[in-house]
C-alpha cells in the first residue's frame, strides 16, 4: 500500500469516527467511556495522519 492510499484510508477512518462520536453525544444516555474511548481513537489516528503526512 503506497502511503497516498495508505494516508487516504486513515483520513476515511478519522471521519467515520467523527460520525460515530457525534451520534454517541447525542444518543440519550450515551456512555462517556465509550464517547472517551471514541476520542482516544481518533486523536490516535489524527497523529498517525501527521507522521505519515509528514513522510509524503
Known sequence: MSLTSHLSELRKKHESLSGKIEVEQRSPGSDD????????????????IERVAAQV
Open 33 to 48: 467511556l465509550v464517547v472517551a474511548d471514541l476520542k482516544k481513537e481518533k486523536l490516535r489516528l489524527k497523529e498517525e
